[in-house]
T-cell receptor, first 113, second 115 residues
Framework: GENVEQHPSTLSVQEGDSAVIKCTYS??????FPWYKQELGKGPQLIID?????GEKKDQRIAVTLNKTAKHFSLHITETQPEDSAVYFC????????????FGAGTQVVVTP | NAGVTQTPKFQVLKTGQSMTLQCAQD?????MSWYRQDPGMGLRLIHY???????DQGEVPNGYNVSRSTTEDFPLRLLSAAPSQTSVYFC??????????????FGQGTRLTVV
């Protein structure tokens, strides 16, 4: 089955700097890659996603890039703010959508003022 | 609009006890699922349902039962709790498993401790 590895496990950044989280996946047939943000005591919330027919997608300060050849995808957060502090999860799916997602282990992001 | 509601938020069980984690959604979503979240392991799929009367196993189904008698509810049953089931459990729902516009909505989670 699919295996998703996520790095780093923790990331500390100064407010205003950029943060990058990287994930690799094992099954070349995976075709849907969402990113979730989880704040303390809450459930994960989708922040951005990308499908295998797209190389990059941006939404304000957040962007995701996908390299199908290398089987990795990354989350980029620019101009970080304290409210970006959270745990971020990447995931991959073979189904083109949200069903049966395989999640990475998560990255704890801490943005210091 | 309440979204996805999980009850209880916290629970302590003794080994061997049984309990049901409740999950309800008011968005008329067909697809519902249960995940468990353990430190350093992300979320792992336990069971899922693509509609009333239809359920299937996920990655870690052992020790858990589910049923889906209505579109709104998807309870998770632990028949004989074990310490290995200590975890945070999340229920999620979505309009569909496939294609576009399939954003999943997660509940707030149930933190379960088995002693």
């Amino acid at each position: 089955g699919e295996n998703v590895e996520q790095h780093p496990s923790t990331l500390s950044v100064q407010e205003g700097d950029s943060a990058v989280i990287k994930c690799t996946y094992s099954d070349s047939a995976s075709n849907y890659f969402p990113w979730y943000k989880q704040e303390l005591g809450k459930g994960p919330q989708l922040i951005i996603d990308i499908r295998s027919n797209v190389g990059e997608k941006k939404d304000q300060r957040i962007a995701v890039t996908l390299n199908k050849t290398a089987k990795h995808f990354s989350l980029h957060i620019t101009e970080t703010q304290p409210e970006d502090s959270a745990v971020y999860f990447c995931a991959a799916s073979l189904l083109g959508g949200w069903g049966k997602l395989q999640f990475g282990a998560g990255t704890q992001v801490v943005v210091t003022p | 609009n309440a979204g996805v509601t999980q009850t209880p938020k916290f629970q302590v069980l003794k080994t061997g006890q049984s309990m049901t984690l409740q999950c309800a959604q008011d968005m008329n979503h067909e697809y519902m699922s249960w995940y468990r979240q353990d430190p350093g392991m992300g979320l792992r799929l336990i069971h899922y349902s693509v509609g009333a009367g239809i359920t299937d196993q996920g990655e870690v189904p052992n020790g858990y039962n589910v049923s889906r008698s209505t579109t709104e509810d998807f309870p998770l049953r632990l028949l004989s709790a074990a310490p290995s089931q200590t975890s945070v459990y999340f229920c999620a729902s979505s309009y569909s498993m496939f294609g576009s516009d399939t954003e999943a909505f997660f509940g707030q989670g149930t933190r379960l401790t088995v002693v």
